[in-house]
């Protein structure tokens, strides 16, 4: 309705004189790009600017004139914000419009300011940041109010976006079951969009079946009726999702089939949904789905929302699987270690008394051989007792590998007295009639079981390689391989002696059998700040690198097995058990000191090549030439020790 006195130039229904404000008034309001409307006293529209029309899709000549500033807003009449200005309204009142949405304004005496949600604004509802002040007389009157609106709906979206991002990640390190995360986020997703429900719907990889990996319900009776549902492929709108990998929005689910059935068992009525892929490397592994949202439709803009959540999920899915999977390899890979450490133990201790009574045995067969001439028996038994030592190397290798992983078990009475009666009976017949009987065989005895604990001690790492490499020297006198010390260190290490005779044994011992002839090893010995390097740097063949993280494993020869021989020790290419750098390995831990090994593989070597001598071999022209060819560097460093006991 249009008031009679329209003036010149001016939209219908303004009134200048209303407010005394006249043209410059309406010249502001109308070129205002902020969205802004104007009440009379007598609750009429007098302004309704182009902003305003743009954002309420309402034109100001439908407007002006009338009594409906609500209707913009809202869906039924009741007064708006400026209403209640105009009529001076307790605050009372505005509480029951507006509680917790509303606050009076710092600047303007008498205006107020709020934030609300307006489901009947546009298609979808916006969230509007809005304003109304009074407009006064020059002697104080309030003559009408003024309204001024700002669409903040992509703020406030994306501020409960983001904090429930942040809520969920925050989440993933304390929900270690998959359930109670994917629970956590369907929760998360019903509030966010505001939702009756929230489910993560998954496929059973074993039954071929869907079920609700997450879900939050508001009513309690479906949230447990939901955990133990399960559908055929078929029964669920879900499958669309699947086998498209596109997302789905159905705001009228009477006219989809897919859902009675999934309905009858939840004792729930679907109205409307919205379900989004979960997806990771291109594979769908689930749905993420929101059910019956409580005001309005939804969108493409809850798409994008829910998408971003979905790759949340994903992660977290396949983490857990990852997980599972790890899990899962971890206990077979455990039990065949123990399985395995089993058969080890076993064949130690198997090994353990017949090599003994054996070697016993033996010397009593060359006592009662005494009378025989040496050359008929002295051949055949060198290479029996060679071989039988062989075995007893093997055996007394097993043993300090063991040793820490079985130091606790116990044997039967009847199993021990089983496994050594033999052993006793020989050690009785060898030192029957000697001074100190008893004595004597319980310390054979107490040797033969391994009782005999040794203690460590304070070694001065210098003279005791010296010593080492002079005593082993010999036993590679065939092989023309130099060993050079180069020695700057004058400190001592922790460790019984016979255990790092071991240690350094079995480093010298594979860089002889890897160098071929003509070759150099290095062992250096650094005193460092924080303890001692032992390191022992052969330019031999090298290790490739497929087998150098498993060296230390034991029961891993390096070299090909088809170009290794079984020959003796310290031999080009011996081709040894592989057990000197586990047992290293275990004294390592035992002792408190690192290991680090570098390699590089000789070309001519990885292709099975090698000579075992570098004037033979065509492709090194010197033994300068080899040492650049192939290397490998063992590093033992032993920490500086406190005391030893």
Not at 14 to 22: A, K, Q
Not at 230 to 247: E, L, M, W
Not at 453 to 482: C, G, Y
Request: proline share 5%; glycine share 8%; hydrophobic share 40%.
């Amino acid at each position: 309705m249009k008031e009679p006195h329209e003036k010149e130039g001016l939209p219908s229904g303004i009134h200048t004189d209303s407010f005394g404000c006249g043209m410059e008034m309406s010249r502001m309001i109308l070129s205002s790009a902020v969205p802004t409307f104007a009440v009379d006293r007598r609750h009429r529209v007098t302004h309704f600017n182009r902003a305003c029309e743009n954002l309420t899709g309402i034109r100001a000549s439908d407007i002006i004139g009338t009594r409906r500033q609500w209707q913009p807003f809202y869906a039924h009449e009741r007064p708006i914000m400026a209403d209640l200005i105009i009529d001076r309204m307790p605050r009372e009142k505005f509480d029951e419009y507006y509680r917790g949405k509303y606050r009076p304004s710092r600047v303007i005496p008498g205006a107020y300011e709020a934030e609300d949600f307006f489901p009947d604004l546009g298609e979808e509802g916006k969230w509007l940041f809005f304003t109304a002040a009074p407009l006064k007389s020059p002697d104080g009157k309030v003559e009408g109010a003024i309204v001024t609106l700002q669409d903040i709906t992509r703020e406030r979206q994306a501020a409960a976006q983001n904090q429930a991002m942040l809520r969920i990640s925050l989440a993933l390190p304390e929900h270690r079951d998959l359930g109670d995360l994917l629970d956590y986020i369907s929760s998360e997703v019903r509030a966010l969009m505001d939702t009756e429900g929230a489910l993560v719907i998954l496929l059973d990889e074993h039954t071929k079946e869907y079920y609700f990996g997450g879900s939050s319900y508001g009513d309690a009776d479906i949230q447990k009726r939901v955990k133990g549902l399960r559908f055929d492929f078929d029964q669920i709108a879900a499958v669309q999702v699947i086998r498209t990998g596109k997302p789905i929005i159905i705001n009228n689910i009477e006219h989809s089939s897919a859902y009675p059935e999934r309905d009858r068992k939840l004792g729930y009525r679907t109205r409307n949904l919205i379900e989004i892929p979960i997806q990771i490397g291109g594979r769908t592994m689930g749905v993420l789905a929101a059910t019956n949202r409580i005001e309005g439709k939804f969108t493409l803009k809850d798409v994008d929302l829910l998408n971003t959540i979905a790759g949340t999920v994903a992660i977290s899915i396949e983490n857990a699987r990852i997980s599972d999977e790890l899990k899962r390899a971890y206990e077979e890979v455990s039990a065949l270690n123990q399985a395995k450490d089993r058969a080890i133990n076993h064949l130690s201790h198997e090994l353990k008394t017949p090599v003994s009574i054996l070697g016993g045995a033996l010397g009593l067969l060359e006592d009662a051989l005494a009378g025989v001439s040496l050359e008929e028996w002295q051949t055949p038994m060198g290479m029996i007792r060679r071989n039988l030592r062989r075995i007893a190397d093997i055996q007394a290798e097993v043993d300090d590998i063991m040793k820490d992983r079985h130091g606790d078990g116990r044997r039967e009475m009847a199993a021990i007295l089983e496994q050594y009666a033999d052993q006793l009976a020989l050690i009785a017949a060898e030192e029957a009639g000697k001074e100190g009987f008893m004595e004597r065989v319980r310390g054979r005895l107490r040797e033969a079981m391994g009782l005999n604990a040794v203690s460590p001690e304070t070694i001065h790492i210098v003279p005791f390689v010296k010593d080492r490499v002079a005593s082993l020297t010999p036993l590679f006198s065939h092989r023309e391989v130099r060993i050079r010390i180069d020695e700057d260190a004058e400190g001592g290490i922790c460790m019984p002696k016979a255990h790092l005779e071991k240690i350094v044994d079995g480093l010298i011992r594979n860089a002889v059998e890897n160098t071929p002839d003509e070759g150099e090893i290095v062992i250096s010995i650094t005193e460092k700040a924080t303890g001692i390097l032992l390191a022992v740097h052969d330019f031999g063949v090298g290790i490739p690198e497929a087998f150098q993280p498993r060296i230390f494993e034991g029961l891993f020869p390096v070299q090909d097995p088809k170009a290794y021989s079984t020959g003796k020790p310290f031999d080009f290419n011996a081709g040894g058990k592989g057990l000197d750098l586990l047992r290293i390995r275990i004294f390592s831990e035992r002792y408190g000191f690192g290991i680090h090994m570098n390699s590089r593989c000789c070309p001519l070597a990885r292709a099975g090549g090698c000579p075992g001598r570098i004037s033979r071999c065509g492709h090194c022209t010197s033994p300068e030439s080899c040492t650049k060819s192939g290397e490998t560097r063992v590093e033992l460093f032993f920490p500086t020790p406190r005391e030893c006991i």
